[in-house]
């Protein structure tokens, strides 16, 4: 039984991807400074909290939920770090995620932004390694299909690029609103009939 990629990630979400919510700029906050982010839902339902460890290393928490939860640990780490102009990061992160069926895994990348006043160009291309340890259901537990996927996708591993493009809007020195769009291209995955989709993505901030 195979389904729609785009079916799966609107669908399992948490439970068979890492996290959604990604970095939207290269510039690191600073050192002993704060970031709250947040998505209402489009495409995820998450949050997530930085701080400065050095003027260029962040380090943050992020919790997001789909059809379950997924907590993640983060760092990003600025080559190039610029007020206006363009900026360099590295970025990286591990994860756990718990509800039809438990995800572990890590993922990494690089962040390219440019800023002009108050608006900043983004993009942020990753490589996800998950392991999904699915549940074995029967047929009268739950819709056939599910029950047909979930049981097909036990204990795999998926690898998939990811790669989120767009732009921040900075209204004042503290808050911001970011529109964006992400494409996922699943390297190795037999259980799904289409191998790349994309999702829109709306990421609110404040800086303190």
């Not at 610029?82 to 690089?110: K, R």
């Not at 699915?134 to 047909?148: K, P, R, T, W, Y």
């Not at 992400?182 to 191998?195: A, G, I, M, V």
Request: charged share 10%; aromatic share 14%; glycine share 10%.
């Amino acid at each position: 039984m195979k389904l729609t990629l785009l079916f799966a990630l609107t669908l399992f979400g948490s439970c068979a991807l890492a996290p959604m919510m990604s970095h939207r700029s290269a510039q690191t906050i600073g050192k002993d400074k704060n970031r709250i982010q947040a998505s209402p839902g489009i495409s995820v339902l998450g949050v997530s909290y930085e701080r400065g460890l050095s003027e260029n290393w962040d380090l943050g928490v992020s919790l997001e939920q789909q059809l379950g939860f997924v907590s993640s640990v983060y760092s990003k780490y600025a080559l190039i770090n610029q007020d206006q102009g363009f900026s360099w990061a590295l970025s990286g992160g591990g994860f756990v995620g718990s509800s039809i069926a438990n995800t572990s895994g890590a993922y990494g990348g690089s962040v390219v932004s440019w800023k002009k006043d108050k608006i900043e160009f983004f993009i942020f291309p990753r490589l996800n390694h998950v392991n999904w340890h699915g549940a074995n259901l029967s047929s009268n537990e739950n819709d056939q299909i599910l029950v047909d996927f979930i049981n097909s996708a036990a204990n795999i591993t998926l690898n998939y690029v990811q790669v989120s493009a767009g732009f921040n809007f900075y209204s004042s020195g503290s808050f911001n609103m970011g529109f964006g769009a992400s494409y996922f291209n699943f390297l190795d995955n037999k259980n799904l009939s289409s191998s790349d989709a994309w999702l829109p993505e709306i990421v609110l901030g404040w800086n303190f």
